[in-house]
């Protein structure tokens, strides 16, 4: 099991960039891949990312390609998620969440392990 902490969520213009991170305890975090998700209210939570366990295989959702990047320091059990030209429609409380496998897919259903979410604001 891996207990998730995320940090970094808060308000910033359209255009602009936020940095979030997911600092991991537990033993198992180099054993898992991680995953980004967002959710609003009403909504499903969505896909926006996922590294595999060396960093080796990245996948992004269309929404986000080519303006976030994920990435993870094993050595200090975190994973990020470097977001720029932010949209209003970015708005959402970001999760990351840990599966048990090399390389993990866009499924929430995959994942075993999820942080409390940090929300993220994106508002003129």
């Known amino acids: 099991q891996v207990q998730l902490v995320e940090s970094g969520g808060g308000l910033v213009q359209p255009g602009g960039s936020l940095r979030l991170s997911c600092a991991a305890s537990g033993r198992t975090f180099s054993r898992a891949a991680m995953g980004w998700f967002r959710q609003t209210p009403g909504k499903e939570r969505e896909f926006v990312a996922v590294?595999?366990?060396?960093?080796?295989?990245?996948n992004y959702a269309d929404s986000v390609k080519g303006r976030f990047t994920i990435s993870r320091d094993n050595a200090k059990n975190t994973v990020y998620l470097q977001m720029n030209s932010l949209k209003l429609e970015d708005t959402a409380v970001y999760y990351c969440?840990?599966?048990?496998?090399?390389?993990?897919?866009?499924?929430?259903?995959?994942?075993?392990?999820w942080g409390q979410g940090t929300q993220v604001t994106v508002s003129s």
């Open positions: 590294i595999s366990r060396n960093g080796g295989v990245i």
């Open positions: 969440a840990a599966a048990p496998f090399v390389v993990g897919d866009s499924r929430p259903q995959s994942y075993n392990d």
